[in-house]
């Protein structure tokens, strides 16, 4: 059995765990409750399936019966692979009830990689989505000691077989729910979850959450976004990504609406929201970018506020501004996997009410303030440790100290040690803290640009490229230079029915809106590889960058 044990110490209060004032915080908690007061309420939308709060919990009591007949208990690893189905946020609780740590992988991996978190993950069953059966298959292939598997069917996709029984099968044999045999966790510092950050070089880090921090996040979600019972969530963002940036938690603790949606594209996200009157969801920039780029027959006009958080990247100005112009209402959230997904927060002010809209975007492109339950975020120099002054100019690196920071990394004390050094979390992400104490990501530590002996964001170069009516993507790195030791080299990608734009125009374009040691020397305009997550890898664009 893996211990999910990272060579940290482990939070122990001394309490007896029966005494009145020590419940054991879990956000299985949250479901148990909004079954019991809102039991008729719909909590799962997915197409024209849907289940109330007090069928939502009995499955999910069903689901860890299931698991448990099957032997899976304490600290086993139970996989999922599968997209924003019902199913997937039934495991949300139905294996922490168990006391098993939650694995969701990200559909988008090749086999090998898969295979290589089922190994490392010591996995004991799989559920798996058809419509992945055959990257399952190969994966499986590589492994010495297979996990069970266990098929999600989705009658609009046909896909591979690859399990022994399917999901619906599996909750069955269970002909009544047990509620009562599912307590809290003895300890709240057990695993809740194992989410594998996307590696750039090298196999991935398992970043293991505790219930402890899944519960605080959830929380710290519902007083930063405003959710309540009346929110209708659309499952834009990808549940397998941080747990849904513990969404998944959040909306069910105030009895929310799930909305469920199996392929993100603009067409049905614009009917889901019309349709459902969906008043919230979360995305990347890509996913903004989508609404935003979507031909005119896809759009549709809705008669109600829909709030939209974005993270995973710093959107730039123009795509916030953009999306206002369409009726959503944007706020930036900025996190890692390593934080349970959010841990500062573009938090509004008044006074920008009054700004135009350009100049407010601007604000609220910058990452912010710390998340409601985040304790401390600061920028600092990871060397010293000691804060950069709050004058929007000084560089540093994020760093944050919280009860909503991981256990750390399964099965890597190195890199958990280095994460945690000088008692902080360190980011890797570069930024700087304005007179307001918002602070704004300048660059990730390895992709700053250091040309002449002068620092260059990448991500100001972006902003610029950004603006461009033109530009539908834009990643900057840095590209080898004999006289400078770097210069800015910009990968671009073209909106649809964009003719004769060349590259010198886009240098042009930049030239006349920052300092010239800025402007990119070098512009290539084409398709920008993406990782598994959807972010652009630029660290293919560096080698690409390195041989131009």
């Not at 495991?91 to 990200?106: F, S």
Request: proline share 5%.
């Amino acid at each position: 059995m893996v211990t999910h044990d990272t060579k940290l110490s482990i939070y122990e209060t001394g309490l007896d765990k029966d005494l009145a004032n020590h419940v054991s915080l879990s956000p299985i908690s949250f479901l148990r409750r909004s079954a019991e007061i809102y039991p008729a309420k719909t909590a799962i939308i997915y197409d024209s399936y849907q289940v109330s709060y007090e069928n939502f919990y009995a499955r999910c009591c069903k689901l860890a019966q299931a698991l448990r007949k099957i032997g899976i208990g304490i600290g086993d690893t139970v996989a999922v692979m599968a997209p924003n189905v019902p199913a997937m946020l039934e495991c949300h609780y139905g294996v922490p009830m168990t006391g098993a740590v939650l694995n969701t992988i990200n559909i988008r991996l090749d086999a090998t990689t898969i295979s290589f978190v089922l190994r490392h993950s010591e996995a004991k069953i799989l559920l798996a989505d058809r419509e992945y059966g055959s990257v399952v298959k190969q994966a499986l292939e590589g492994l010495k000691i297979k996990p069970i598997v266990v098929d999600i069917v989705d009658p609009k996709i046909r896909g591979t077989s690859i399990g022994d029984q399917d999901y619906e099968e599996l909750i069955a044999e269970v002909s009544e729910s047990d509620e009562s045999s599912f307590p809290p966790p003895a300890d709240e510092w057990a695993a809740i979850s194992l989410c594998y950050t996307s590696g750039t070089t090298g196999n991935p880090k398992g970043v293991v959450g505790h219930h402890r921090g899944a519960y605080l996040n959830s929380v710290s979600a519902i007083l930063g976004t405003g959710l309540t019972s009346k929110t209708t969530y659309l499952w834009t963002l990808p549940m397998f990504h941080c747990n849904g940036w513990c969404f998944t938690w959040a909306v069910t603790a105030v009895a929310g609406t799930h909305v469920c949606l199996r392929e993100v594209a603009p067409t049905e996200i614009f009917e889901t929201i019309k349709k459902h009157k969906v008043n919230m969801f979360c995305g990347a920039p890509v996913v903004l970018g989508l609404l935003l780029n979507a031909p005119e027959e896809a759009r549709k006009t809705f008669d109600h506020k829909c709030q939209v958080f974005t993270g995973g990247a710093a959107p730039a100005s123009t795509v916030i501004s953009g999306m206002e112009q369409l009726g959503f209402t944007v706020t930036q959230l900025y996190g890692l996997t390593e934080t349970y997904g959010p841990s500062l927060m573009t938090a509004w002010q008044d006074d920008w009410n009054s700004l135009k809209l350009q100049q407010r975007a601007k604000y609220m492109a910058r990452q912010g303030v710390t998340y409601p339950l985040t304790t401390q975020a600061m920028v600092a120099d990871p060397n010293t440790m000691a804060k950069v002054p709050s004058n929007g100019q000084v560089v540093g690196e994020v760093m944050i100290r919280s009860n909503t920071v991981m256990k750390g990394y399964l099965k890597n004390s190195t890199a958990t040690e280095e994460a945690f050094k000088g008692g902080w979390f360190h980011t890797g992400d570069l930024a700087v803290c304005h007179s307001d104490g918002y602070i704004e990501i300048k660059d990730r530590a390895k992709d700053i640009i250091i040309s002449g002996g002068e620092n260059i964001s990448s991500l100001e170069i972006e902003e610029v490229l950004y603006s461009h009516p033109d530009v539908l993507e834009a990643a900057v790195v840095a590209r080898p230079d004999v006289k400078w030791g770097e210069t800015p080299c910009a990968f671009v990608s073209l909106k649809l029915n964009t003719e004769g734009l060349r590259e010198g125009d886009l240098i042009e374009f930049c030239r006349t809106r920052m300092a010239h040691f800025k402007v990119p020397r070098t512009v290539i305009i084409g398709e920008l590889p993406k990782t598994a997550t959807g972010k652009i890898q630029k660290f293919a664009l560096r080698e690409t960058a390195k041989v131009l």
